[in-house]
C-alpha cells in the first residue's frame, strides 16, 4: 500500500551549526555541554553580523519558545534599532 509520508534527508535534520555557537547566539541561555564558544572573540565585527543573519530564524524560533514577548541581544544589537 502506498503512503504519502515525504522523507525528510538527514542533512535537513542536522543543526546548521554547533551548539557552542548556538549557544553564543542566544546570549549564553541554550548551554547543552556547558562550554563556551571561544572562537567569537576572533571574529570581527562584520563577521559576528553575517553569522547572526545567517541562524537569526533558528535562533528566534529557539528563543521565542522559551522567552515569549523578549528578543535576545543580538535582535537588539542589529535589528531592534536606537528607538526600539
Not at 3 to 30: H, M, Q, V
Not at 47 to 66: D, S, Y
Request: net charge positive; proline share 8%.
Amino acid at each position: 500500500m502506498a503512503t504519502n509520508r515525504k522523507r525528510t534527508p538527514r542533512s535537513r535534520t542536522a543543526p546548521a551549526i554547533s551548539p557552542e555557537c548556538f549557544n553564543w547566539l542566544c546570549d549564553g541561555k541554550y548551554d547543552p555541554q556547558g562550554g563556551p564558544w571561544k572562537d567569537r572573540f576572533f571574529l570581527m565585527h562584520e563577521e559576528k553580523r553575517a553569522l547572526w543573519f545567517a541562524h537569526r530564524n533558528e535562533v528566534l524560533a529557539w528563543w521565542e519558545k522559551r522567552y515569549p514577548g523578549t528578543k535576545p541581544f543580538l535582535w537588539w544589537k542589529y535589528e531592534g534599532g536606537t528607538n526600539a
